[in-house]
């Protein structure tokens, strides 16, 4: 009867130490194995992407909308575009009337940018037509119910760049080369148009530059104020500091002499000369040898013409032989006037004061003309001359009074320029590793 029982309560031990590892492994594999074992049934089936949100376009939740973006192409108008989405011709005339003083719609342009939200039913009828009329501003048009329109612009933000090169081939080629602009090449040639023939820059020349951008949404829509500029033409450094002495931004160099003359040396940029100052030409249109006291600037019709100095305007009107045309009173001593216009810019009238650089009128080919140009004549002391021969003064210097800012702007932006010199070194390294490296692959 021991024996027996002896037998049963060994079998009931072993029973229960078998339970209890059962329960200590299962309890490890909780705490170790992480992964569980994939079910054999979901073996090759996609697994579900997390739920995301619709994005939310031009401030609009699109949750329940469907996006189309397009570009206004040739002949298309508001009319055969939101026609083309349902939008019927009463409703885009109720949409005309809200937009006014809003955005006209009849000023829809081709190639500009367009974005339409519309429904994700079977009619796929637009809901919201956004319109982008510049890189700065975009207009709402609100296809629901209560008809609205509204203007937004983009916030712009101000960014500082830097820029250093070589010149390896034309300064203008090589500045859009290091992530310039145009605009940027244009702004330079005006500042140094009087101490350097910028034609004359040579391979192995440098530049430095500092100045600011305009950019939206990291896209730069503008360029700003030019800060600083250094070119070394063999072998001479000429730095070009900007400096305000209270009437805006001039230009000084390292000794604080102003880099401009009194006037500008052109009227019209993008032109070339087509006639200059000759006491005896034959005129194309009067078939007659006469003087031609002015020079010639060939430009397309449209292209702004601007006064080359600052001054107060003595005539802005229309004559049969120089069609439309501005005369400025600069100062005692010199006038100027403008030739064939297309027509007067904003604001231009008789008394109206003027600044160097401002846009007065547009390239034309009024009066005696036989293509759009501009006819640019200058007076000095009553007597016409030849603006391209004249020896201009040059403009004010920086003052006594304004001396000790200046010398601190100037350390200030010669200190940065002088630390872009690392940056050229490092890049004439890489230029020569890629040549060696490109020699030896032939």
Known sequence: ????????????????????????????????????????????????????????????????????????????????????????PAT????????????????????????LLYATDSTQTARYFIYE???????????????????????????????VGEIKGSLYQSILKAGGSAQLVNKLADIYAWRLNLNHIQVGDTFKLIFEEKQVNGKTIEEGQLFAAFIEHNGQPLYAIGFDQGNGISYYDQDGKSFKKA???????YSRISSRFTKNRFHPVQKINKPHLGTDFAAPTGT????????????????????YYVKIKHNKTYTTQ????????????????????????????????????????????????????????????????????????KESLMGRMEAMDARLMKQDMLAAKQSAADNSSI
């Not at 609100?142 to 329109?149: G, I, K």
């Not at 006037?263 to 940029?269: S, T, Y």
Request: with cysteine.
């Open 1 to 88: 009867m021991t024996r027996r029982l002896n037998l049963i309560a060994a079998v009931i031990s072993l029973v229960i130490l078998t339970a209890a590892q059962s329960l200590v492994f299962d309890f490890s594999k909780s705490i170790f194995v992480t992964d569980p074992a994939p079910d054999s049934s979901a073996i090759g089936q996609r697994v579900p992407a997390p739920i995301q949100s619709a994005p939310v376009v031009f401030g609009i939740p699109t949750d329940s909308l469907l996006v189309k973006e397009g570009v206004v192409k040739r002949g298309e108008t508001i009319s055969t575009i939101l026609g083309a989405n349902n939008i019927g």
């Open 92 to 115: 885009i005339h109720e949409l005309t009337q809200k937009a006014k003083g809003v955005y006209n719609l009849k000023n829809i342009r081709t190639q500009r940018s367009y974005t």
């Open 133 to 163: 009329p510049n890189e700065l501003e975009y207009v709402v048009y609100d296809l629901r119910n209560e008809l609205n329109v509204t203007l937004h612009k983009r916030e712009v933000e101000i960014v500082q760049r830097e820029l």
């Open 263 to 269: 006037f500008l040396k052109e009227p019209v940029e």
């Open 304 to 323: 702004p013409i601007r006064s080359v100095g600052d001054g107060v305007v003595l005539e802005a009107a229309f004559t049969s032989g120089n069609g």
């Open 338 to 409: 403008y030739l064939h216009m297309s027509k007067f810019a904003k604001g231009i009238r008789r008394g109206s004061r003027v600044a160097m650089g401002q846009t007065i009128g547009y390239v034309g080919s009024t009066g005696l003309s036989t293509g759009p140009h501009l006819c640019y004549r200058f007076w000095k002391n009553g007597v016409q001359v030849d603006a391209l021969k004249e020896k201009l003064p040059l403009a004010e210097p920086v003052s006594k009074l304004h001396r000790m800012a200046f010398l601190a702007t």
